[in-house]
């Protein structure tokens, strides 16, 4: 019995100098672990208690915008580096917040930073506060003499805002930056973009945005609930953008600009009414024929950069429209300067280019249309080249009628006319003249084979055009850049590639057009006498298409290359001179709703007319069968107005001939109006509602007359400041017709 007792009490002695081993063994395991957490961990647990404590934000490193310079290194825009001062909350060990605030508050001239500082307070527990932004180097250096920067009270964050060396070199075609947009919003986050991010927003800045912008940075900043910065880690680096190089010569461009410029005072200064005194702008364009590339492309009048936003009223308000991209978007007849692509349809079809039209000044072929020629320096037999030189419309015309205005339309697209340039910012399409048009006659493709009738492009197209000339129709993509470098190491990241476009036919189709222009030039005394030969090709078209305002433009137009032989440059030149006389005042509002609202003439009559009958119901307070009859009569005058102009898209006379035209027709028209009124017949509305003012007013008709147009007029005005919109219509022939009529009529009711 005594054995196994000894031997259950041998085992629990066992068991419990285990338990108490076990336990001398988690003891010291704690006592180790407290040792290395009270020594070796005792510095990240305190970061990790501040931590605790704190506060974290992130702080945007914008990057620096790639600069834009031309093709030798000439900048044209770039970063000049500007100051943001940011207060920090809380106020930093050793500084005070209130007095940090009233010297924020005296350098800035008194901003309210008190109220931007309780809102930023309420939001958020520490970070970095906005003041001030924008500052230059001078502005920043009193935030330094202030002792603000030092302390840590403020933060100045540098950044770049985009400036221009020199803002009047290719104002249109560089663009500008601005912030993200709403509308640009979801395509800038899907970027990665931040919501504070500057983006090219149009022109070469928009184009290549992605190469120019970089890749901004970030920094995060750990700040204690004392203001002491527990820790700042640069998550990500700042990337600077790409310099951009254009194929622009920024010499070149000034040259162009200022010979733009000289010549059209020279023609304002010295030539006579309609022989060059009413050019109001101009634009050229110079490219190399063998690369595509522009050197230069000038717009007159044009503006300042720097100065665009402070002037921008100013400059949206201009007649002249400075604002206007001439070179990419203006679309202007080419007259003569079309019929290479003429010849060249002609050449493709077989043509043989010995073959001669004899020019007798006029054109018989249609009886009712029977255009002219100037014979300038020619007459009789004229083959291609010769028509070429000497610019004969007989020759083209028949070549033109012959062929047919789609077959030479389709050639002056593959040449580069109303069709893409490849140019990388927006530029207008143009438009040829077709079968298919709604207008289209046959007469018209007369006019169209001289460069008028419907057809319009751009300075850019008509380049490119005479470079596929130049290049035996190799048509180069035109463009503005040429490479992309690494700002800090020259490295060419990115490389334009030129590429051309292949017209068939070759020197057997191109060589005599070459010819033609090549003798063409040698007839001016400009290009005869340039230290190289030139070929060219002019023209002096008049526009189908108004002006804004009613008027017609007359076009001069130059498209040549050199050296004649070995083409290197190729240039389009447009000058437009502006033939202002407006509309008669009481259409003055009919035109101007039909070009704001963008619908046809004779329906903006007829709207205009219906009106005018229902007011004459209301002022009479009677219904009559004459008030009633005008409305058949309205819907009558609405389509025979929409008839003419379909009939007579464009006349060709020159302001002399104009003018003597609307002066006969002032006359002829205030006597259709007394006798219509004298007769007691169904009167137009327009007359219709003076003859209603003169009966219930027992006013003069004449007097009526005389103020119901002046108020056409204002109310023209009026409808197109509302809308924005240039004043439509409105020009010396309205404003002569409006003062005018009403007396005519009166000298006939004295008669």
């Known amino acids: 019995m005594d054995k196994p007792q000894s031997t259950r009490r041998r085992k629990a002695r066992r068991r419990v100098m285990v338990l108490l081993v076990l336990c001398c063994a988690v003891f010291a395991l704690f006592l180790a672990r407290l040792a290395w957490l009270q020594f070796a961990m005792a510095d990240h647990y305190a970061q990790k208690m501040a931590e605790a404590s704190s506060a974290s934000y992130t702080l945007p490193q914008h990057a620096a915008r790639g600069a834009i310079t031309d093709r030798s290194g000439t900048v044209l825009a770039q970063d000049e580096t500007v100051y943001d001062v940011y207060l920090r909350v809380p106020a930093p060990p050793g500084t ?183 050019v109001r702008a101009g634009a050229a364009v110079v490219v190399d024929v063998r690369t595509g590339g522009i050197l230069a492309a000038a717009n007159v009048p044009g503006f300042d950069l720097n100065a665009y936003r402070a002037d921008y009223a100013a400059l949206s308000a201009d007649s002249a429209a400075p604002l206007l991209d001439r070179v990419c978007q203006g679309l202007y007849a080419p007259g003569s300067a079309f019929k290479p692509a003429v010849a060249a349809a002609a050449l493709t079809a077989g043509i043989d280019p010995a073959a001669t039209v004899s020019c007798t000044g006029r054109y018989g072929f249609y009886s009712g249309y029977q255009p002219g020629c100037l014979q300038y320096g020619h007459s009789g037999p004229v083959d291609l080249r010769t028509a070429l030189e000497y610019s004969c419309n007989i020759f083209f015309y028949d070549v033109g009628r012959q062929l047919g205005v789609d077959a030479f339309s389709a050639m002056a697209r593959q040449l580069g006319l109303a069709a893409p340039t490849g140019v990388e910012i927006a530029e207008a399409h143009g438009r040829l003249t077709w079968t298919t048009d709604e207008n289209y006659q046959a007469g018209l493709t007369l006019m169209a084979a001289i460069g008028q009738g419907n057809t319009a492009v751009t300075p850019l197209q008509l380049a490119a055009y005479a470079a596929a000339l130049a290049n035996s129709g190799q048509r180069p993509a035109l463009h503005f850049a040429d490479r992309a470098v690494n700002s800090a190491t020259g490295e060419v990241l990115w490389q334009y590639p030129v590429s051309f476009t292949e017209i068939p036919g070759g020197e057997a189709v191109f060589g005599p057009i070459r010819d033609g222009m090549k003798r063409m030039a040698q007839t001016t005394r400009i290009l ?186 204002a109310i023209s005005a009026l409808l197109c400041i509302i809308n924005h919109s240039p004043f439509y219509g409105i020009g010396v022939g309205t404003v002569l017709s409006a003062l005018m009529l009403g007396r005519i009529i009166k000298l006939y009711e004295v008669l």
């Not at 189908?544 to 305002?549: E, G, Q, Y």
Request: hydrophobic share 45%; net charge neutral; charged share 15%.
């Open 528 to 713: 005869r006498e340039a230290p190289v030969l030139c070929a060219a090709k002019t023209g002096s078209p008049q526009l189908a298409d108004t002006l804004p305002d009613g008027g017609h433009y007359v076009n001069s137009v130059l498209i040549g290359y050199a050296p004649a032989d070995a083409p290197q440059i190729a240039a389009a030149v447009v000058l437009n001179v502006r033939y202002n006389v407006g509309v008669a005042a009481f259409s003055s509002v009919m035109y101007a709703i039909s070009e704001i609202y963008r619908i046809s003439l004779g329906t903006a009559s007829i709207i205009c007319y219906l009106i005018f009958v229902v007011m004459q119901c209301i002022l009479s307070r009677r219904i009559t069968l004459t008030y009633l009859l005008e409305i058949p009569l309205s819907f009558a005058f609405g389509v025979l107005t929409d008839v003419y102009d379909w009939l007579i898209p464009v006349l060709p006379f020159a302001l002399p001939t104009r003018l003597l035209c609307f002066t006969l027709t002032m006359f002829v028209t205030a006597a259709g109006v007394f006798l219509c009124v004298k007769s007691k017949m169904v009167l137009t509305p327009t007359d219709g509602i003076v003859n209603t003012i003169s009966e219930v007013f027992h006013l003069r008709f004449s007097a009526v007359k005389n103020s119901f147009d002046l108020s056409m007029v």
């Open 96 to 278: 005070n917040l209130r007095e940090t605030v009233n010297t924020i508050a005296a350098l800035t001239g008194g901003k309210d930073v008190e109220t931007q500082l309780a809102a930023f307070c309420s939001a958020v527990s520490a970070g970095e506060l906005p003041v001030t932004q924008g500052l230059d180097s001078i502005g920043a250096a009193a935030y330094y003499r202030a002792g603000l920067v030092q302390s840590g009270a403020v933060r100045l964050a540098a950044r770049g805002v985009r400036r221009w060396p020199d803002g009047t070199i290719l104002p249109h075609t560089l663009g500008f930056t601005g912030p993200v947009t709403a509308e640009q919003w979801p395509a800038a986050r899907a970027q990665g973009l931040a919501m504070d991010a500057t983006i090219g927003q149009n022109g070469l800045e928009a184009a290549y945005d992605t190469l120019l912008r970089g890749r901004d940075g970030q920094l995060q900043i750990n700040v204690g609930l004392d203001g002491v910065t527990r820790k700042t880690m640069q998550t990500s680096t700042p990337v600077p953008g790409c310099t951009l190089v254009l194929t622009l010569d920024a010499d070149l461009q000034k040259t162009l600009q200022t010979a733009l410029q000289n010549q059209m005072d020279t023609l304002r200064t010295t030539k006579g009414i309609g022989a060059g005194r009413e």
